[in-house]
């Protein structure tokens, strides 16, 4: 592309142009594709070379001075800080050549053979010498143009061989991040299935507890009713006694009562009936102090959970506002904790939203009991009044008894208490047979809960165990996520390192950025100088089109002036020939013919000198504009390579500088991202594990390594800084000394640079800047090792 382009240029801008290969000091250089940036302005094109060296030559004008100028031209090989073309002070030295050369000519076409003319020539030899000793000089400098190029390519792989194990460590960076979300998302379910294993142990404890509780209650029940059975067999036993004896005495007396048994019967079922109500409301009031017990109970439990619960909801509000302290005191971090903040008060809405609920169920329960409450109070009043009742029935009935038996009162207390005492026992053995199927059944009960409390103690014996691998496995999780904290340390140090060598590759992209600039005006310059020399091209093959015509015209002019010449030289001779012949007779007339013929001769031989001296004065012309136009064609050629040279660097530095650029973007895109990353992770772990642990040790201890290496690396590229500033600074010194010996070189020649002042004020600026560079990274590096001292 690079090869193709100029050629195909040339042909479109300059269809009238000739070869440059026909100047025998014409050499073609090998086209440079890769221009590094540092060697980008330092050299010059050799055509300038050549244009200076002849503008030299053209100055001297003496014999020595031409080996002078093509000694100066090959000794220039240091390169010259100014990196831009002179294009003004060439073409004037052209100009004077191209005079300086047209009177040379001038010269030789009027004396051809005068001895300094073959000492010009035999100068111009030598000085064609030279120009060819000139360009081999410049082909060298091509091939260490050359040379200069393979370094930079070398050090563009070494910077790909870098972004290689950038890449690398990026995906190990990866791995390692993904190694340490699945340990998260292990401990994340460990964690749960500890909590659930928790609940499930503390509901287990809670239900062993009240099974406890309610055996030990169903044992004193037991104990307290076999008393009462010990108790009752013992009065049945007295009472069957008291029984027999009073049957004895009741057959006598049975006949005498029947008619009061009538009386006391009826009476007796009204007091049954009355007792029965009695009863039955009395069952209904020790139900509903069950209930009501019931409740206060479940009330007492509700109060004790509202206490939890608003405990907890205390807690969890000084927790929120101690966050929320800690959220003003790191500003820094509360991007990475306001989703946290929004669960928590999310949770917090939704605990609070529960406990006015349960306070809500509480007060209409409390609300219940106090119903409950009145009603009983109602029901024991009407018990009370139906009691009072009741004794005012019995005491008119006793008084009616008193009336009625009078005569017989102890028969009839005799056969009222046999009475009683059978009701007694048939009450007594139906409450022992009721009592003996209660104690059935509660050993039945407590064998169930015996068995029962077995099980559960085998289950929390496996949860246990189950409780212990789960510690165990939360131990294991914990020091492998311990080292991959390490590694992603480790990891994150070979990154510092990394960036350091990417910044130093970003300050010599500036570089090729600032010298890109100084190139891009080198193009605007070239550009102008082009368009200028096409014309000057256009113009030359005009006028040398037009002198070609003269010259021909001239030749056709010339040889009839010839052909006459010879025509008059051949009639003087034969006028001369009979002159002789009659001089005897005729001395007059001879004397006077003769002198005519040879003022005729004489004036016939300065129009052929005249002709003879417009020829060769034509031919140096056409000679000299041929000259010129393979100079600008030259010219134009080397330009037109420069400046696809230049294209082509351009190019090749903006794609580098977009590359490095997207590379750059995406490095802090990453490291933006990992250190998010690892905040989270951290404030995670902190989160799971509590307060100060080992593996926050461990971290702490990482990071105290990792900022020691920071500094380490900061200090490494701190020295390497002030290292280049002074190899800058010796090149800019030996490039000055360059430049003052060839300052000293050109007074002696007679020639003056205009540039010099400026590059040695220029010099001198860059030099005092490069010193306060270098004091600024020494102190740097001081204080970069004070502050490591300090760690």
Known sequence: MSDALPARFHMAAFPFRRSPTHHPCF????????????????????????????????????????????????????PSINGKGETEPTRILLERLFSQTQKLEEQIGKDPDIPEVAEIRLSLEKLEADFLAAFSALKKKEYDLQEAERKVRLEYEELNLAKEEMAQLEKEIACANSR?????????????????????????????????????????????????????????????????????????????????????????????????????????????????????????????????????????????????????????????????????????????????????????????????????????????????????????????????????????????RNKELERELLMEKEVIAELQKDLNKQRESLERAFQEISSLNQVLVLKNAEFEEMENRLQVKDAELVDARLEIQHLISERASFQGLLEKKDTEVSNAEEVLAAVNREIIELNILMKHREDQLIEATTALQEKEINV??????????????????????????????????????????????????????????????????????????????????????????????????????????????????????????????????????????????????????????????????????????????????NMVTLSTNSDVDISILLPQSGLKNPLHLDESHGVTEFRTEVAKLLALTEQLVIEAGTKQVER
Request: with cysteine; aromatic share 2%; net charge negative.
């Open 27 to 78: 050499t073609p250089l090998p086209p440079s594709r890769h221009f590094s940036s540092s060697t980008k302005l330092r050299w010059r094109i050799p055509e300038q070379q050549w244009q200076k060296a002849s503008g030299l030559l053209v100055e001297s004008k003496r014999k020595g001075a031409i080996s002078w100028v093509v000694r100066s031209v090959l000794n220039d090989n240091m």
């Open 180 to 416: 340490r979300e699945e340990l998260e998302e292990e401990l994340m379910k460990a964690n749960l299935g500890l909590a659930s294993q928790v609940l499930v142990i503390d509901d287990l404890k809670q239900c062993l507890t009240e099974r406890d509780k309610a055996i030990v209650a169903a044992k004193r029940a037991l104990s307290l009713k076999g008393d009462e059975i010990e108790r009752m067999s013992q009065d049945l036993s007295k009472k069957s006694e008291e029984a027999a004896s009073a049957e004895l005495e009741l057959r006598s007396k049975v006949k005498l009562l029947d008619a009061a048994n009538e009386i006391v019967r009826r009476q007796e079922d009204e007091i049954h009936e009355l007792q029965r109500m009695i009863q039955e409301k009395e069952e209904g009031i020790e139900v509903s102090k069950i209930r009501q017990k019931a409740e206060l109970d479940k009330l007492r439990i509700a109060e004790s959970n509202l206490k939890k619960r608003t405990a907890d909801w205390l807690t969890a509000r000084q927790e929120l506002k101690k966050l929320e302290e800690e959220m003003s005191k790191h500003t820094g971090e509360a991007n990475d904790t306001l989703k946290d903040f929004e669960r928590v008060k999310a949770l917090l809405a939704e605990v609070r939203s529960k406990l006015v609920l349960s306070q809500k169920s509480f007060a209409l329960s409390r609300q219940k009991v106090e119903e409950q409450e009145q009603l009983l109070e109602k029901q024991l009043e009407e018990l009370k009044e139906q009691m009072e009742s009741v004794q005012s029935y019995t005491i008119t009935l006793e008084d009616a008894k008193m009336e009625i038996e009078n005569e017989r009162v102890k028969m009839r207390v005799i056969e009222a």
């Open 552 to 729: 021909q015209a001239l030749k056709h002019e010339v040889d009839d002036n010839k052909h006459k010449f010879s025509e008059a030289e051949s009639v003087v001779e034969k006028i001369v020939e009979l002159t002789q012949h009659l001089a005897l007779s005729a001395g007059d007339f001879e004397g006077f013919h003769g002198t005519s013929l040879l003022e005729e001769a004489n004036n016939c031989e300065p129009a052929g000198d005249n002709l003879s001296w417009q020829r060769t004065r034509l031919e140096t012309e056409l000679q000299l504009t041929k000259e010129t136009l393979r100079m600008k064609e030259m010219e134009v050629l080397a330009s037109q390579r420069a400046l696809t040279i230049k294209e082509e660097k351009l190019k090749l530095v903006s794609r580098k500088l977009d590359n490095k650029e997207m590379e750059w973007i995406k490095m802090k895109e990453e490291m933006i991202r990992e250190s998010a990353e690892l905040r989270q992770l951290y404030a995670l772990a902190q989160e799971r594990i509590g307060e100060k642990s080992i593996g926050d040790l461990a971290i702490e201890k990482l990071e105290l390594e990792a900022a020691q290496l920071e500094v380490e690396a900061a200090t490494n590229a701190l020295q390497k800084l002030a290292q280049m500033s002074k190899d800058l600074l």
